[in-house]
């Protein structure tokens, strides 16, 4: 005989299980892909805007002025001046100083030529006039003499051969353009 008191255990229990009834499923249209599409577009538009104007804010601003090639060629023969104690490297010092600004100056490569290569170049060029090819030639020929040769001249020679340096770059240095203001043309009426 089945007793009647396991049977309202298992009713009351499966009374308090009941469930309510879960929420209609959303079924994928297709469009949704559409959707991302369209939004991911839109960020990218946005994200280019902003880095365009980005670019144009930052090209608007002016950056450093550069300094010219007769300015930081003086600057570095004034530096080299505290080297004059020490022959070779004052000699080095000046002759870079020189070369460098040759080079920046004219776009001519001075640093990376021998001083032949460079005398034999710049002779068959318009950049310097005659006295002043010769008077760089005898300076770079006076700079080589201490740098390779081992010659170790005395103050007053150094000091010869930066005022070399100097006056080649104040003779070559660009001049500022001078404008003249012009009289009005009278209208002829």
């Known amino acids: 005989m089945i007793t009647n008191t396991t049977l309202p255990a298992t009713a009351a229990q499966e009374a308090s299980d009941i469930r309510d009834i879960k929420p209609p499923v959303e079924i994928a249209t297709g469009w949704e892909w ?3 599409s369209l939004g991911a ?3 990218a538009v946005i994200l280019f805007g902003l880095w365009k104007w980005w670019q144009k804010r930052k090209a608007s601003q002016p950056g450093p002025v550069p300094v ?7 600057q570095k023969l004034a ?29 001519f490569r001075a640093p990376e030529r021998t001083t032949e290569e460079f005398l034999r170049e710049l002779s068959s ?19 080589d003499l201490v740098k390779f040769a081992k010659y170790e001249p005395g103050e007053n020679e150094l000091r010869g051969l930066h005022s070399a340096a100097v006056k080649l770059v104040e003779e070559t240095a660009p001049r500022p353009e001078i404008l003249v203001p012009t009289a009005p043309i009278p209208d002829a009426k």
Request: glycine letters at 2%; a neutral charge; charged letters at 20%.
């Open 34 to 36: 559409l959707w991302w």
């Open 41 to 43: 577009l839109v960020v």
């Open 68 to 74: 010219p090639a007769h300015v930081r060629a003086q």
């Open 79 to 107: 530096e080299a001046l505290a080297l004059i104690a020490q022959p070779k490297p004052f000699v080095i010092a000046v002759s870079d100083a020189a070369r460098a600004y040759l080079e920046e100056r004219f776009n």
């Open 125 to 143: 060029t318009n950049l310097l006039v005659a006295k002043q090819k010769e008077s760089l030639g005898q300076f770079l020929e006076s700079c």
